[in-house]
């Protein structure tokens, strides 16, 4: 079965810069998630979607990010404008979402570096 | 913040020596999930643990959820090269509940 696609692998952008991630979760999967991995840290999760609908994005900075899961399948992740600080590796996972203690499945991430 | 700390955060031994490594928490879990991230790669699922006390192997790993549900440890037993990586616990919910990570242990294992 195919796995969690994410493009682009890599990005190098300039601060002020705009930038976009996309994911297309594995098929069936209702949950799916954006996470920021900075460097030596784990993911730090920042917007869940449940279908189409957003259950968290508690920690979803949103004067510069956002994110739509438009037919709850494929997402993208938009930062508009990028900081410095924005330079880390974005992961996209999905999960079936309808069991208790699911799996999650990783994509292999979008590094972004932001100079 | 970090609902979930782990320690060490860096790890480096020789290749044959045991190790263990802690996932621990103020709040009590449902369940507690252990991924394994290699450079370049997202986190892959070792295992989930449920139940208070529980124990389980993955050859030659050993995973125990604690008493309380607070805490959880990864014992690894002889290690080798290829178990080097970074290693996440996450607290994990049934259904929408969001999956939320610890810091990590980064382990080396050196030949």
């Known amino acids: 079965e195919a796995g969690v696609a994410q493009s682009p692998r890599y990005k190098i952008i300039e601060k002020r810069q705009s930038v976009a991630f996309w994911c297309n979760p594995i098929?069936?999967?209702?949950?799916l998630y954006w996470y920021q991995q900075i460097l030596g840290q784990g993911p730090k999760l920042l917007i869940q979607?449940?279908?189409?609908?957003?259950?968290?994005d508690s920690q979803l900075p949103k004067d510069r990010f956002s994110a739509e899961r438009l037919k709850g399948v494929d997402s993208t992740l938009k930062i508009q404008p990028a900081k410095l600080e924005d330079s880390a590796v974005y992961l996209c996972a999905s999960s079936l979402g309808q069991m208790m203690n699911t799996e999650a499945f990783f994509g292999q991430g979008t590094r972004l570096t932001v100079v | 913040t970090q609902l979930l700390e782990q320690s060490p955060q860096f790890l480096s031994i020789q290749e044959g020596e045991n190790l263990t490594v802690y996932c621990n928490s103020s709040?009590?879990?449902?369940?507690l999930q252990w991924y394994r991230q290699e450079p370049g790669e997202g986190p892959v699922l070792l295992v989930t643990v449920v139940t208070g006390g529980e124990v389980k192997k993955l050859k030659r790993l050993t995973f125990q959820f604690g008493d309380a549900r607070k805490d959880s440890s990864l014992h690894i037993t002889a290690a080798q090269p290829g178990d080097t990586g970074l290693y996440l616990c996450a607290k994990a919910g049934r259904g929408a509940q969001k999956l939320v990570f610890g810091q990590g242990t980064r382990l080396t294992i050196n030949p």
């Open positions: 979607f449940q279908n189409n609908g957003v259950v968290d």
């Open positions: 709040s009590v879990f449902s369940s």
């Open positions: 098929s069936g999967h209702a949950t």
